[in-house]
């Protein structure tokens, strides 16, 4: 079981200084950790990131944050794991084509952009699992329709299962190998 940690950050908004908007963020994604770490019977860790901004893994502890300005997300396992939160609002239309191939794009009922931030959240999430950022983007394929509780994904061939929480306008996707998640509030 994969358990999943969201807290809401109250009055972090842009009328606070951007790094002081980042400070609250990264602390409210740690304490999601804690709590994932803690759901999970595993060690609390520093969870620090090395110079290019990844996760340093220790103690055979995998796990993901993720971080917007009113929500932070955690997740910690013991194998490969990656968390993406975001708000759903209208974008750039012309982040459609960036994101969804022509292909994937046949697979989608809907055009909205609900299912944008399905396709979005579960890419991003199977990338930070995979420990690596957007110039993968190409490899990572929805290879199904998605529903909105879950999707499945190819990364290089390989498989990945996405699962989402949409709560009002957050979305939350953790991409995992083929656990049960529990998604909880902190
Ligand atoms: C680096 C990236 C993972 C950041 O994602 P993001 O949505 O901007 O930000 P999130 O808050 O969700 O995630 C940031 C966290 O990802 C983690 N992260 C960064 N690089 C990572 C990597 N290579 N692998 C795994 N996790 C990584 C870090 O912990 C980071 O937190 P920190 O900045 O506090 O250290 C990358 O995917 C990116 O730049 N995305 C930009 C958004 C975009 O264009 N998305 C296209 C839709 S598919």
Not at 19 to 32: D, F, L, P, S
Not at 85 to 104: D, K, T
Request: proline content about 6%; overall charge neutral.
């Amino acid at each position: 079981m994969l358990h999943a940690v969201l807290i809401m950050i109250p009055d972090n908004d842009r009328s606070l200084p951007g790094r002081e908007r980042m400070r609250r963020q990264r602390e409210a994604a740690a304490k999601a950790l804690d709590e994932s770490a803690r759901l999970s019977g595993l060690p609390i860790l520093s969870w620090d990131r090395d110079a290019a901004g990844v996760p340093v893994f220790e103690r055979g502890v995998c796990w993901s944050l993720s971080h917007k300005t009113s929500v932070a997300a955690g997740v910690v396992a013991t194998t490969p794991v990656g968390i993406d939160v975001e708000v759903i609002e209208p974008r750039n239309p012309a982040l459609w084509e960036y994101v969804a191939s022509a292909q994937e794009q046949t697979l989608l009922t809907d055009g909205d952009w609900p299912t944008f931030f399905r396709l979005w959240t579960a890419k991003e999430a199977v990338l930070k699992a995979n420990r690596v950022g957007l110039s993968k983007l190409d490899v990572c394929r929805l290879v199904a329709a998605p529903t909105p509780s879950c999707a499945a994904l190819a990364f290089e061939q390989s498989p990945w299962s996405v699962t989402f929480l949409a709560s009002e306008r957050i979305l939350t996707a953790v991409a995992h190998k083929g656990a049960e998640v529990a998604w909880h509030r902190a």
